[in-house]
């Protein structure tokens, strides 16, 4: 989905109203305008962004869901959020963690990167872990509109299952709690061997549940554009990543990409200014050309013939097989 234009992205002022911890680590935020004005309306899957501050002092924003279930209103009077608090994460989390009842925050108003499809005719919701909180919306628009659809929602064990109560108000839901044992978890093989026309799937969740999903379906031969997905964190570092050089031919520049950065974070860090957005490969909008070496692809964008091409890359999230890439930047 386009995102709004400039104007509309003016950040809003919002006050911490209450905060409810769901399980060990992860707390719920309702946020209200400072000034009392109603809030933009959304429709199910939207997020918001939020202005953090990380260890270092340095503002950046993250992206969280908004999960009321009155999706599609003309105003609001509030959002709501969830938030798990990573152990391994880049400072967003810790931050909103300390947040307070009465803490202000500047947010971006609700943008929309993962739609619901108006045209399916049956749906097919799968959340696990932290990832409910955008299938929870969508659950709730469905219900509204009286459409067809099915809930599966998995986590390690029914203490870390934020919603419960909210979830387990649906009549068509299924929950799995796997206890580390993937094979009493979500059952992927039997809930996407029937694709059809106009039945789509969405899915949110940890990188490797969406991936599974992702190749579940294309075995099973669901459609590209009938399984959608939203990934929450950028990827982490994966064994086996090491430093690379990359040549930004246009600028002259050379830069060393460490093996905790992504090309994207170390080009925006030598002051180039770039087109991005979602910084997990999911909008291809930081899709460059490469010139010269082997781009190693970890994007859910671009097509199977474009990656396998080697000519262009998401510079957000991939990296390098060859010890030097060159940029067209």
Known sequence: MD??????????NVVVSEIRTLTPTIKAFVLHSTDGA???????????????????????????????????????????????????????????????????????????????????????????GIGITPILAMAYALQASGRSFEFHYGTRSP????????????????????????????QLESLLAHPADGKHVYVCGPRGLIDAVIATAKHHGWADDHVHF?????????????AFEVELRASGKTLQVPADKSILDVILAAGCDLMYDCKRGECGMCATAVLEGIPEHRDYNLPDDERAG????????????????????
């Open 159 to 186: 203490d870390l299952m934020a919603f419960r109560d909210a979830v387990e108000t649906f009549r068509n839901v299924v929950l799995y709690f796997d206890g580390g044992d993937p094979r009493r978890g979500l």
């Open 230 to 242: 939203e990934l929450f964190n950028s990827p982490a570092v994966q064994g086996g990543d090491t």
């Open 310 to 329: 080697g000519k262009v890359m998401c510079i957000c999230v991939s990296r390098a097989k060859s010890p030097r890439l060159v940029l067209d930047l």
């Open 3 to 12: 995102s709004p234009p400039a104007k509309q992205r003016i950040p809003i």
């Open 38 to 128: 109603a809030l933009p309306a959304y429709t199910a899957g939207a997020h918001i962004r939020v202005q953090v501050i990380l260890p270092g002092g340095d503002a950046d924003e993250r992206s969280y869901s908004l999960i009321d279930d009155s999706v599609g209103s003309e105003c609001r009077s509030h959002y709501r959020i969830a938030v798990q608090l990573e152990a391994n994460g880049k400072g967003g989390s810790p931050f909103m963690h300390g947040l307070k009842v009465g803490s202000q925050l500047n947010i971006r108003p609700p943008q929309n990167d993962f739609p619901l499809d108006e045209t399916a005719t049956h749906s097919v919701l799968i959340a696990g």
